[in-house]
């Protein structure tokens, strides 16, 4: 077994509440000059993939500053401290829809991209129950109701691009939620 690579420092750079750089000195052999890696940190966050009592999916339209314009997403949050990704689930559903967790399936956690980030996605189907009347939105989100064939419409067209999100109805698929072939009905 070797001893290879091995990490030789490690420094974190808080840079907001919500995000950390943290370097990372790593040595590949023996008498090699350590090469610098850089990473982000941040919370778990989870992405769910619910079905309302009529068979259609939730999705969420809000700004994001990063792409600079609106996109539709499946609802997601980050995990507050201390908090269960499970209870997360519940919450985020709730207050982005409208619509309360009947029944919440673990779909598994993943690393959203190992070369730079060093968190987790946790992905979750939600049975939903009917949304109250009354149901007080995020603000700033917009909620649609769409059907397998709309959403794999908006994924073709690119206005639904957050490809873990993507992947997480691959996750549903695969676990037999949703069916897929349903999205690739609308070729």
Same mark, same amino acid.
């Given at each position: 077994?070797?001893?290879?690579?091995?990490?030789?420092?490690?420094?974190?750079?808080?840079?907001?509440?919500?995000?950390?750089?943290?370097?990372?000195?790593?040595?590949?052999?023996?008498?090699?000059?350590?090469?610098?890696?850089?990473?982000?940190?941040?919370?778990?966050?989870?992405?769910?993939?619910?079905?309302?009592?009529?068979?259609?999916?939730?999705?969420?339209?809000?700004?994001?500053?990063?792409?600079?314009?609106? $996109?539709? #997403?499946?609802? +997601?949050? %980050?995990?507050?401290? @201390? =908090?269960?990704?499970?209870?997360?689930?519940?919450?985020? /559903? !709730?207050?982005?829809?409208?619509?309360?967790?009947?029944?919440?399936?673990?779909?598994?956690?993943?690393?959203?991209?190992?070369?730079?980030?060093?968190?987790?996605?946790?992905?979750?189907?939600?049975?939903?129950?009917?949304?109250?009347?009354?149901?007080?939105?995020?603000?700033?989100?917009?909620?649609?109701?769409? $059907?397998? #064939?709309?959403? +794999?419409? %908006?994924?073709?067209? @690119? =206005?639904?691009?957050?490809?873990?999100?993507?992947?997480? /109805? !691959?996750?549903?698929?695969?676990?037999?939620?949703?069916?897929?072939?349903?999205?690739?009905?609308?070729?």
């Amino acid at each position: 077994m070797t001893d290879f690579p091995r990490i030789k420092s490690r420094q974190t750079i808080d840079i907001s509440p919500w995000m950390t750089v943290i370097e990372r000195e790593v040595e590949f052999a023996e008498g090699a000059a350590p090469e610098l890696y850089h990473a982000v940190g941040q919370q778990d966050y989870i992405a769910i993939v619910a079905r309302t009592p009529d068979g259609t999916i939730p999705i969420v339209r809000q700004y994001r500053p990063a792409l600079e314009r609106f $996109t539709w #997403e499946l609802p +997601a949050g %980050l995990v507050d401290k @201390g =908090e269960a990704a499970a209870d997360t689930c519940r919450r985020e /559903l !709730l207050e982005e829809t409208g619509f309360p967790a009947l029944a919440v399936h673990d779909l598994g956690s993943f690393a959203p991209c190992t070369a730079r980030l060093s968190n987790q996605l946790h992905s979750f189907f939600v049975a939903c129950g009917p949304r109250a009347p009354d149901a007080a939105i995020e603000p700033g989100i917009e909620v649609r109701l769409v $059907t397998p #064939e709309e959403l +794999a419409a %908006l994924i073709r067209s @690119g =206005e639904f691009t957050l490809q873990l999100h993507i992947g997480t /109805l !691959l996750l549903a698929g695969m676990r037999g939620f949703i069916d897929l072939a349903a999205f690739a009905a609308g070729k």
